[in-house]
């Protein structure tokens, strides 16, 4: 896991104070680089910041964790994360959750941890549903499926090749009963939370729940919600 270490510090938290990078007192330490982040992401439409008084460091933003789903917001996700990222020299961890019941695929020495590792973020679509960008499962009419099932591995290798070459970045594929209590559990190892916006309806909703709203509510550092100008889905149809 490459979230903070458990005095909220780095390694090189020092250089980064030498190099004068850090904000002035009182700059909001989120906003900035998210908004420089959407300004210089194309396929994100929109981004919205949640639980900005959740920021626990008060300097930067050192480790990011990337919720990876199949639906249509996932690429515009996993590009603003990385914008991100480069604006604040953090570490991306790209995070998957499959149900409980469903195999988890040993580690290959490629990054992807098995079922003890950290837990991860978007479910994986199954047989009769699929999952959206917040890695609820939800009915088929509530939500963009695939044809047929996409495995969390993946996703995660779709993830890592959006990413271009991209260095400072891990992958997570774990199990869990919920996405949204894995990424709230991990979430205090992090300095912020990337998500896609949901994309279940209203009766999806109230069936399922959505993930994003429950990680917007419950995770310890502020969430940042992500909305595609357009279909960007990692996986194609």
């Given at each position: 896991?490459?979230?903070r ?6 390694a090189?938290?020092a250089?980064?104070e030498?190099?004068?990078t ?14 420089e982040?959407i300004a ?19 300097d930067?933003?050192?480790s990011?964790?990337?919720a ?9 996700t996993?590009?603003l ?6 604006t604040?020299?953090?570490w ?5 959750v ?20 950290p837990?991860?973020?978007a ?7 699929a ?11 509530g ?5 047929s ?13 959006r ?6 970045a ?8 919920r996405?949204?209590?894995a ?8 300095d912020?939370v990337?998500?896609?916006e949901t994309?279940t ?7 399922f729940?959505?993930?994003t709203?429950?990680?917007?509510e ?20």
């Amino acid at each position: 896991m490459n979230g903070r270490d458990a005095d909220g510090g780095t390694a090189d938290d020092a250089a980064v104070e030498t190099a004068g990078t850090a904000p002035d007192p009182g700059e909001p330490i989120v906003e900035r680089p998210v908004g420089e982040a959407i300004a210089a992401t194309a396929t994100a439409a929109h981004a919205r910041i949640e639980g900005t008084d959740r920021v626990s460091r008060g300097d930067r933003v050192a480790s990011i964790l990337v919720a990876v789903g199949p639906g249509p917001h996932s690429g515009a996700t996993v590009d603003l994360a990385r914008a991100v990222a480069e604006t604040t020299d953090a570490w991306l961890d790209l995070f998957h959750v499959v149900p409980e019941d469903e195999p988890t695929p040993e580690s290959d020495g490629s990054g992807s941890r098995g079922g003890d590792a950290p837990a991860d973020s978007a479910g994986e679509a199954t047989a009769g549903t699929a999952t959206s960008d917040d890695g609820a499962a939800t009915s088929a009419d509530g939500a963009a499926a695939a044809s047929s099932p996409t495995t969390g591995d993946d996703l995660l290798s779709a993830a890592c090749d959006r990413l271009d070459g991209f260095e400072r970045a891990d992958r997570w594929l774990v199990e869990d009963q919920r996405a949204a209590d894995a990424i709230i559990e991990q979430s205090p190892y992090y300095d912020l939370v990337v998500v896609g916006e949901t994309t279940t309806g209203t009766v999806g909703r109230f069936v399922f729940g959505s993930t994003t709203e429950t990680v917007v509510e419950e995770a310890a550092v502020p969430v940042v919600v992500v909305e595609a100008d357009g279909p960007t889905p990692i996986v194609g149809d």
